[in-house]
């Protein structure tokens, strides 16, 4: 079950992650304890974040020795809004590369381009993480910067 607060309700943040398309920030935990953050493109789908990586990922390693993860989706202009929180990630197989083309259309509207054709190679091998989310926060400065973004 995961606890919402802050700013919006469930619905407020599904429709938040819906439309806002920045990557996720992951902070994963290292084996010698230390924190590492990566930058993922993501999809919230199946009530939580789904992600693609390649299988040999530095954050798959960690992912798999420590499934905790601290997590922030926030937009990089004003007004500034967002969501953060905590949760745990779990790593599959990500057959026919699905979760991949779903996010390649998200980010980049479609699977034409070389970094498409790339990261859909048959000889890169991909996982799906999904993040599920223990605690969402949700925070709005829209009202409070209304007088400067104009």
Known sequence: ??????????????????????PIRLATNRPDESLWIVTLWFRYHDEGFECATWANAAVVRYLRNDSEVGFDVSTNEP??????????????????KETLRA???????????????????????????????????SWDYSERMAEVVG
């Open 103 to 137: 996010l390649l259309e998200r980010y980049l509207g479609g699977t034409e381009s070389g970094l498409a054709r790339w990261l859909l190679d048959d000889e890169r091998e991909e996982v799906r993480i999904h993040v599920h989310p223990r605690q969402v926060y």
């Open 79 to 96: 007004p500034y809004r967002g969501v953060r929180g905590t949760g745990t990630a779990s790593i599959s197989r990500d057959e026919g």
């Open 1 to 22: 079950m995961t606890d919402y607060s802050g700013a919006w309700s469930e619905a407020g943040v599904q429709a938040f992650l819906a439309e806002t398309t920045v």
